[in-house]
């Protein structure tokens, strides 16, 4: 499949590879970003690799229940496929999936809390709400049962004790609704230092909306 058009898919799951080591979001080989690939498979990270050393032949592409259908030889998909698969199922409309541990968001992460305010018009206008999913256990059922009811209602959702994850459209739009996240965590973090942030009142939030 080397040879099928996958290429511009390939060096965009490698950009944006590339600016989550850059902006710290992941350390070592954590994190993990996917696209669908067609109607029945995906492209998806190998495990065990830091993203930002993953060359663009070296994405894997599965079948639906994670079995690599090509890609080089000793490469395995993700343990964390099965999180992957479960959003895609429940969400038909998106075809792109990053999955990372931003500091700021994954700060709100491990203190179980949700950052559920209504602060930001671009958050509000793009992702209405940023989404949070109690704590499931990684590369095992546990976890894709705890964000499927969540994945269903945002396009960004923190993952308790865990991390982020940005879904959208195209894999630009879930990369941009995950650093979003990460942004307004950082700026209800700065806020809180300075005093109580204040939320937008029903009526803003609706005059937002209301723009789409």
């Given at each position: 499949m080397a040879g099928d058009g996958s290429w511009?898919?390939?060096?965009?799951?490698?950009?944006?590879?590339?600016?989550?080591q850059e902006k710290g979001y992941i350390a070592a080989n954590d994190g993990n970003i996917s696209t669908r690939y067609g109607k029945s498979y995906f492209m998806i990270t190998p495990t065990g690799i830091r993203k930002s050393e993953i060359q663009p032949e070296e994405l894997l592409i599965v079948d639906e229940s994670g079995k690599v259908i090509d890609g080089p030889e000793g490469l395995v998909?993700?343990?964390?496929?099965?999180?992957?698969?479960?959003?895609?199922?429940v969400r038909p409309d998106i075809n792109a999936i990053v999955h990372a541990h931003p500091p700021y968001a994954t700060a709100f992460a491990i203190l179980n809390k949700a950052m559920d305010g209504d602060y930001l018009p671009e958050i509000i206008y793009f992702m209405d709400k940023i989404g949070y999913a109690p704590y499931g256990t990684p590369g095992i059922p546990d976890l894709a049962d705890q964000v499927e009811?969540?994945?269903?209602?945002?396009?960004?959702?923190?993952m308790a004790n865990h991390g982020a994850v940005g879904i959208g459209a195209d894999l630009k739009s879930a990369w941009?609704?995950?650093?979003?996240?990460?942004?307004?965590?950082k700026i209800i973090i700065k806020a809180r230092v300075m005093g109580e942030p204040v939320e937008l009142n029903k009526s803003q939030v609706k005059a937002i909306k209301d723009l789409k």
């Open positions: 511009l898919l390939r060096e965009a799951i490698y950009d944006i590879s590339q600016q989550l998909t993700t343990s964390e496929f099965l999180m992957h698969a479960r959003i895609y199922q009811s969540v994945a269903k209602k945002h396009d960004a959702f923190l941009w609704n995950l650093e979003r996240t990460d942004h307004m965590a």
